[in-house]
T-cell receptor
């Protein structure tokens, strides 16, 4: 089946630094990738939709200048949390959508746990 | 605005029992509904995907049903095992957006 990887799986950083999270589709091409955030005991919330070669579409309330998304190729999207603060500590999950007619086939990465001190 | 609700929020049952998890959604115009499993601190594992034209899907001890008109789905787990302990998330998709419920935390007692 389709596999999506994320790197790193866990990161601890100091407040004010920037953190980059990579999302890769390993065995398929994904024109669209999605970034979610999950706070403890909360549901996953969509942050942005990332399309290869174009600007990401951000959900309401998500700061595009703070959460920079780059979808440079059909297999890689990156999320950069700029000037991270403790309130950005969360679990970040990406998913990738298969091309073709299989509507609804989204595959999720294993997630990245970010802790900002 | 689509809202997804899962009941109960938490559930503890003895090993071997059959159980049902419930999911409801407010907007019936969906492409599909998906059930996921999430272990603590881990990512999501897709369990079952039901397209809007389907009424149910089965995989092993799991059976998921979909009643789109009433905005309801159930996940049935037969002969529960301790390894089934996890959080189960229901999610509906329309266009490119997936809306998740808050999940049901399931604990199977050995």
């Amino acid at each position: 089946g389709a596999v999506v990887s994320q790197h790193p799986s866990r990161v601890i950083c100091k407040s004010g630094t920037s953190v980059k999270i990579e999302c890769r589709s390993l065995d398929f091409q994904a024109t669209t990738m999605f970034w979610y955030r999950q706070f403890p005991k909360q549901s996953l919330m969509l942050m942005a939709t990332s399309n290869e070669g174009s600007k990401a579409t951000y959900e309401q309330g998500v700061e595009k200048d703070k959460f920079l998304i780059n979808h440079a190729s059909l297999t890689l999207s990156t999320l950069t949390v700029t000037s991270a603060h403790p309130e950005d500590s969360s679990f970040y999950i990406c998913s990738a959508a298969l091309d073709g007619p299989r509507i609804g086939a989204q595959y999720f990465g294993p997630g990245t746990r970010l802790l900002v001190l | 605005k689509q809202e997804v609700t899962q009941i109960p929020a938490a559930l503890s049952v003895p090993e071997g029992e059959n159980l049902v998890l419930n999911c409801s959604f407010t907007d019936s115009a969906i492409y599909n509904l998906q059930w996921f499993r999430q272990d603590p601190g881990k990512g999501l594992t897709s369990l079952l995907l039901i397209q809007s034209s389907q009424r149910e899907q089965t995989s092993g001890r799991l059976n998921a049903s979909l009643d789109k008109s009433s905005g309801r789905s159930t996940l049935y787990i037969a002969a529960s095992q301790p390894g089934d302990s996890a959080t189960y998330l229901c999610a509906v998709r329309r266009d490119d957006k997936i809306i998740f419920g808050k999940g049901t935390r399931l604990h199977i007692l050995p």
